[in-house]
């Protein structure tokens, strides 16, 4: 067996942080600058570092991406969207990383039996192939991708590094020429005037915070853009959008727990925006427009929000009118108007749901109702639906065992037809695998509830590894989802559940907010209650547990790393948020003040400096036996800095004991989202579901 080699040390530079009379010296300070060569070397040497101590699962490596492809249809066709008379989808090939944008005119309604072709080959008129863009270029993201009303031209952004600012582009579609416009250093978000002689987007600031909204006049120099409007509250993000109906150009302004919303009539893209309701610090609202009426989901006075109306030539808060009462513990979390209906998202025990309310001249026009599914644990969400005047609602579903599918809902029979399953191919027998709801129990008595899948004849002896993920931040709801990767752990005889800890929003406002600023500890609590469970319950056992997480699901990890005993065998942090109370310290960083309301403001708060530290994963490596440990990055990052997993991991060699392995693993030329093409991204799954089995269960490399 090829000895690995010793791993990299970092040099250490003392740099003094003294922060509310606390006086703390960083030694790996250094390696937030990038243009140090020493920088560079470092995550190099640590990258051919990762290389030789997982060389000895190279083979699994390339078994498992065997499995991915195999499984995968790589010559395939989305759904096609009905939209002013085209049909729009893409097209994946096999070879190729990236999707190709097609159009078709055919029949004015998708045939009765799903089986049927939707659209004609014969009739596509290719929009746009991402793989012809991305050229040779490792790293390739579309950023916009937005259609005229007319649909006669595209609106198209790229980014070729990861660092998310985007070139945005103009091709005519009916003669197929890219136009001269172009605007460097857009973000995300666009709107087009209904004429499409305009278009609207946004830029960033030097935090990357999206903080102006611009109108773009076709056949115009960049410079002559014009800003319509510059958000200056650094606690706000500034987006741009249409409404579903076309009429509204809305710049939706956003801070963690406040909202405000300006509206402009489409038909007038160089008229005034107005507001529709001035902000007040912690009431969000969003809205969707039909008729003569804006309808908006809020929190004023409903923790859990709920759906209001009112009328457009004033939409104010004196004139809102309840269409769905606030429900405590059903929290309503958006809706789509269209012109004859309304369906509204909400979360109800855990779940996901869409309900749906008739609309007649404007109005609710009667009782609404559910849209049932047989499966307890699942995910259900609107999917792609631009057309306005329709009668049929498109709908994404899928569970821990059921592949993400495509519904069309008819909104006035009720009745639901299938029309894509992600196909699952080399002979996988779904029926093989079952799904499970369990609850834990939190060190304050709070129960947790886990969604878990295994083959069914997995044994529940303690026998069976398990990778338990976690994400629990921001409200966002980790709701079960299927993956054809996650199979290969699968049929090797893994269990794989996901932790719902507070910090996420699946039981509501409440579950949110206590796993934030000053209740944050509870997010981390929760998930290791969840790994006890897990051991405790027979469903694994304590050496052959992995927690997974990224991002702030990285800040999960990386505390937990630090927080429970002996819980877990392995723990793989993908772009990890490990030195939080830094960045949380320093303005400068790339979203820092608004995540002041996510996390606290440690700069003027001596108490949240002091919470922050007791939990920040860097702060608190400490002499002790840590689990295994892979830890990834990107250099160009603008959401979390490289150089936080790369001073967590020089930490953790320099202090902590044991033998284990700790692992970094930077993209030198992607972003936050990792490899950008299919192909890689199924590479660098494999790399870390192979860490994961070499560290819980080894004897799976045989």
Not at 78 to 83: I, K, Q
Not at 436 to 450: F, K, M, N, Q, Y
Not at 505 to 517: M, N, S, V
């Amino acid at each position: 067996m090829t000895e690995i080699p010793a791993p990299p040390v970092a040099k250490t530079v003392p740099a003094e942080r003294t922060v509310h009379g606390d006086a703390v010296v960083d030694e790996y300070a250094w390696l937030k600058d990038r243009d140090d060569p020493d920088t560079v070397a470092y995550l190099e040497a640590e990258n051919a570092h990762t290389q030789a101590a997982t060389e000895h699962t190279k083979a699994l490596q390339d078994e498992i991406f065997d499995e991915i492809k195999s499984r995968t249809l790589e010559t395939d066709l989305s759904v096609p969207v009905r939209h002013h008379g085209w049909w729009y989808y893409t097209r994946t090939l096999e070879g190729s990383q990236y999707p190709i944008h097609c159009r078709s005119l055919t029949e004015p309604a998708l045939p009765a039996d799903p089986a049927e072709p939707i659209v004609s080959p014969a009739d596509e008129q290719v929009l746009l192939d991402q793989n012809e863009l991305a050229g040779d270029s490792p790293y390739f993201a579309l950023g916009t991708f937005d259609v005229s009303p007319d649909g006669r031209l595209l609106a198209y952004s790229t980014d070729f590094d990861g660092s998310e600012k985007y070139t945005l582009r103009f091709k005519d579609l009916e003669t197929g020429d890219v136009l001269a416009d172009e605007v460097p250093g857009t973000y995300y978000g666009s709107a087009w005037a209904a004429d499409g002689s305009a278009l609207f987007y946004t830029t960033v600031d030097e935090a990357m915070r999206p903080y102006r909204v611009w109108r773009h006049l076709l056949g115009s120099e960049a410079a002559a853009d014009v800003i319509v409007h510059e958000e200056t509250d650094e606690r706000f993000f500034a987006g741009v959008g249409l409404t579903r109906s076309e009429a509204y150009v809305i710049i939706e302004l956003g801070s963690q727990v406040t909202s405000e919303t300006w509206v402009l009539p489409a038909t007038d893209p160089q008229g005034e925006f107005r507001v529709v309701q001035p902000r007040e610090q912690g009431v969000e609202y969003s809205l969707d427009h039909t008729g003569d009426s804006f309808f908006i989901v809020h929190n004023k006075d409903a923790v859990d929000f709920e759906l209001v109306v009112a009328p457009v030539s004033a939409p104010g808060r004196e004139n809102w009118r309840p269409v769905l009462p606030h429900t405590p513990g059903v929290r309503v979390t958006g809706v789509d108007a269209f012109a004859g209906h309304l369906v509204v998202s909400m979360r109800r025990e855990g779940r996901t749901e869409l309900h749906v309310l008739p609309l007649a001249d404007g109005a609710v026009a009667g009782p609404g109702r559910d849209i049932e599914f047989d499966e307890p644990v699942r995910t259900v969400r609107p999917g792609g639906n631009p057309e306005f005047d329709t009668t049929v609602f498109r709908l994404g579903y899928a569970s821990l065992t059921t592949p993400s599918s495509v519904y069309d809902y008819d909104v006035a029979g009720g009745g639901l037809t299938l029309r894509k399953r992600q196909p699952v191919l080399g002979g996988v027998d779904l029926s093989a695998y079952e799904s499970v709801r369990e609850w834990a129990t939190a060190p304050d008595g709070t129960r947790v509830p886990i969604s878990l899948v295994k083959r069914r004849d997995t044994p529940r002896d303690g026998t069976a590894p398990c990778v338990l993920y976690g994400y629990g931040a921001y409200e966002a709801s980790m709701d079960p989802w299927f993956s054809i990767a996650r199979l290969s752990l699968l049929d090797r005889g893994y269990v794989f559940a996901i932790a719902h800890i507070r910090g996420g929003g699946e039981l509501g406002r409440r579950w949110y907010e206590d796993g934030k600023l000053l209740h944050k500890r509870n997010t981390f609590t929760d998930f290791i209650a969840c790994g006890e469970h897990l051991v405790t319950a027979g469903w694994t056992s304590r050496d052959r547990l992995a927690g997974r997480g990224g991002s702030a699901g990285g800040l999960l990890i990386g505390a937990v790393a630090n927080l429970a005993d002996d819980t877990f065998a392995a723990l793989v942090g993908e772009v990890p948020f490990v030195d939080a109370l830094n960045t949380i310290l320093d303005p400068s960083m790339p979203l820092t003040v608004v995540e002041w309301e996510e996390w606290g403001n440690p700069v003027d708060s001596a108490e949240v400096y002091a919470y922050m530290k007791s939990y920040s994963p860097y702060e608190n490596v400490s002499a002790r036996a840590y689990p295994a440990i892979l830890a990834t990055a990107g250099l160009n990052d603008p959401r979390v800095g490289y150089h936080e997993p790369a001073k967590w991991v020089a930490r953790l060699r320099a202090v902590a004991t044991g033998d284990r392995p700790l692992l970094l693993k930077t993209e030198m030329g992607a972003g936050h989202g990792g490899p950008s093409g299919r192909y890689d991204a199924w590479r660098d799954e494999a790399f870390t579901l192979a860490f994961i089995i070499d560290t819980t269960s080894p004897a799976n490399l045989a």
